[in-house]
Nanobody, 123 residues
């Protein structure tokens, strides 16, 4: 099992940047694929970005490509989401998630979740 704790959310103006962090507690963090999801009010939870156990393998939702970057530091048991050029439509609760499945970019694969961190982008 792995426990996940997100941080770094907050209020930012449109065009600004934030970096979210997700600290993982538990064994074998480097074996987990990790992802960031987000859920806006009244909407479903959608996957934003994912990274395989191999840090060089990533995928992104079309809506964030070129603006968001997911990365991981296995020595620190942490995954990050760098968010640039933020837009009002990026406002949501952002969740970190983990899976040991090889289908790292398949949302239903994720079975470990953090509590979420709120991101609000003002226009």
């Amino acid at each position: 099992q792995v426990q996940l704790v997100e941080s770094g959310g907050g209020l930012v103006q449109a065009g600004g940047s934030l970096r979210l962090s997700c600290a993982a507690a538990g064994r074998r963090f480097s074996s987990y694929a990790m992802a960031w999801f987000r859920q806006a009010p009244g909407k479903e939870r959608d996957i934003v970005a994912a990274i395989a156990w191999n840090p060089g393998i990533t995928s992104y939702a079309d809506s964030v490509k070129g603006r968001f970057t997911i990365s991981r530091d296995n020595a620190k048991n942490t995954v990050y989401l760098q968010m640039n050029s933020l837009k009002a439509e990026d406002t949501a609760v952002y969740y970190c998630a983990a899976t040991m499945s090889s289908t790292y970019n398949y949302p239903a694969s994720y079975n470990y979740w953090g509590q979420g961190t709120q991101v609000i982008v003002s226009s």
